[in-house]
């Protein structure tokens, strides 16, 4: 299950302004975390990493363990937010990052400008995936799980320039957004 854990993965970015994060946390793939700047040159760039999911996770903690024994000492809870392991588990989750095309800037532009009221957050569940949208400069976060409220329809856009940008293979299936459109198919219901 995908779950992207802030702590341990997220990245800084030197640039003129940070714009959002939005993160997708799918049940059957790995959770991803796309970050939007605009730069110094004024040019619009989107970065991002994957988490570090399922038999990979417990193995690279193994790895760290060896090289600091003192960790498996501490309690489990206290281990995990170690800023040495935290720093060990970044190395295995590469930061990619792409330039954004006018037609894609329109489409920050249009997430940065639209009003979207109160702080959001829809319980999520084991299966289907978590969209979240962490509007940085109204320090706001809005979050649904599975189907994208129709009253969103800012974010089916970024949904698509992120998924042709990062080409997450196993999102593909998952991503579902408007009336019930699943990657540019209608299902079949």
Known sequence: MGIYIE?????????????????????FADAVCFQFHQMYDESFMVFWNYEINGRKFPKLIQEYCQIRPEMKS????????????????????????????????????????????????????????DYTLKLIEKDKTYRTWCVIPCEWTELPPLIDLVIDKAKPEPLHSYVVHGKCKISGKEPEI
């Open 7 to 27: 702590e341990w993965f997220s990245f800084d970015i030197t640039s003129k302004q940070h714009l959002f994060n939005f993160i997708i946390e799918p049940s």
């Open 74 to 129: 501490l309690p489990w809870e206290q281990a995990l937010k170690e800023k040495g392991l935290v720093e060990y588990l970044r190395k295995f989750s590469p930061i990619y990052q792409a330039k954004l095309d006018e037609k894609e800037i329109k489409i920050v532009k249009d997430i940065l400008n639209v009003d979207w009221g109160e702080p959001h957050h829809i319980l999520g569940g084991l299966d289907g995936h």
